[in-house]
């Protein structure tokens, strides 16, 4: 299976400031579509996982602005351009390429300093 | 509004069974391949079992196969998942959750989820 690897796992952020977080996968992500199949999913205390992106840098509906996906092959940035409190919560990269399965990173706990 | 709800989940005896139940609403159930998800405690998440809607085609993790059985009946808008011989290390929260944004292609992951059922294996 596809191994995603997220740096750095913990992300304490003063409020207002930018955040980035890293996600590199073991294969490239790039499909024989042509689409790079990278999801991101925030998961706030208590709640389930939302997902925020997919296709690298398509944001879902619903999504504040401030998020952003970029990257290509096998590395991938998810930035926040400035973190807000409700952005408290774990954030995970996923791969769909080479479904099935799909494969998660561990996560990076974004917290405000 | 688009709704998944689990139920099911308990604590049970390791060597148990359980079979946990996730009701749909909102939108065609019978429209849309299906997944479980779980997440261990303070863990992160793990893709458990998929159900093609046009196939019947199941796919399970390894840690699960031969143990868990994943089935829908689209006539009562559910998707259950039956476990067997569990383990502790079967403990987590069981989500079930499904692609429908961007056409429901499937590789883009899964933008619709429940509020989880808990699974405690313990003796």
């Known amino acids: 299976d596809v191994v995603m690897t997220q740096s750095p796992l913990s992300l304490p952020v003063t409020l207002g400031q930018p955040a980035s977080i890293s996600c590199r996968s073991s294969?490239?992500?790039?499909?024989?579509?042509?689409?790079?199949?990278l999801s991101w999913f925030q998961q706030r205390p208590g709640q389930s996982p939302r997902r925020l992106i997919y296709k690298v840098s398509n944001r879902d509906s619903g999504v504040p602005v401030r998020f952003s996906g970029s990257g290509s092959g096998t590395d991938f940035t998810l930035k926040i351009s400035r973190v807000e409190a409700e952005d408290v919560g774990v954030y995970y990269c996923m791969q769909g390429t080479h479904w099935p399965p799909y494969t998660f990173g561990q996560g990076t706990k974004l917290e405000i300093k | 509004e688009v709704q998944l709800v689990e139920s099911g989940g308990g604590l049970v005896q390791p060597g148990g069974s359980l079979r946990l139940a996730c009701a749909a609403s909102g939108f065609s159930f019978s429209s849309y391949d299906m997944n479980w998800v779980r997440q261990a405690p303070g863990k992160g998440l793990e893709c458990v079992s998929y159900i093609s809607v046009t196939t019947g085609a199941t796919v399970y993790a390894d840690s699960v196969k031969g143990r868990f059985t994943i089935s829908r009946d689209n006539a009562k808008n559910s998707l259950y998942l039956q476990m067997n011989s569990l383990r502790d290390e079967d403990t987590a929260v069981y989500y079930c959750a499904f692609t429908v944004g961007d056409g429901g292609i499937i590789r883009n992951g899964m933008d619709v989820w429940g509020q989880g059922t808990t699974v405690t294996v313990s003796s």
């Open positions: 294969q490239s992500l790039v499909y024989s579509d042509g689409n790079t199949y």
